[in-house]
Nanobody, 124 residues
Framework: QVQLVESGGGLVQAGGSLRLSCAASGRTFSNYAMGWFRQALGKEREFVAAISSSAVVTQLADSVKGRFTISRDNAKNTVYLQMNNLKPEDTAVYYC?????????????????WGQGTQVTVSS
């Protein structure tokens, strides 16, 4: 089992920045590829970003390219999502997720463990 706890969400004005963190515990963090997803009210959960276990490979959704960055610190068992130039449409609950066995994954069904989520609200 892997336990994931997100933090860093909050209320920010459009154009602002936030950094989300996801702390992992339970198994060897460096064995897992990690991802961030988000779910806006009334919408499906969607892929945001992913990073391989060694951080060599990353992938971002088109909607956040150039604004968001995913990174990880395996010594701290933590994955980060740096979000810059936030827009109202980025408002959602953000979830981190972990998967083992894939180099990187962008689909929800490929992830085995999920955090409880952290709310990000961007005001216009």
């Amino acid at each position: 089992q892997v336990q994931l706890v997100e933090s860093g969400g909050g209320l920010v004005q459009a154009g602002g920045s936030l950094r989300l963190s996801c702390a992992a515990s339970g198994r060897t963090f460096s064995n897992y590829a990690m991802g961030w997803f988000r779910q806006a009210l009334g919408k499906e959960r969607e892929f945001v970003a992913a990073i391989s276990s060694s951080a060599v490979v990353t992938q971002l959704a088109d909607s956040v390219k150039g604004r968001f960055t995913i990174s990880r610190d395996n010594a701290k068992n933590t994955v980060y999502l740096q979000m810059n130039n936030l827009k109202p449409e980025d408002t959602a609950v953000y979830y981190c997720a972990a998967t083992q066995g894939l180099i990187i994954a962008t689909k929800r069904l490929h992830y085995d463990y999920w955090g409880q989520g952290t709310q990000v609200t961007v005001s216009s």
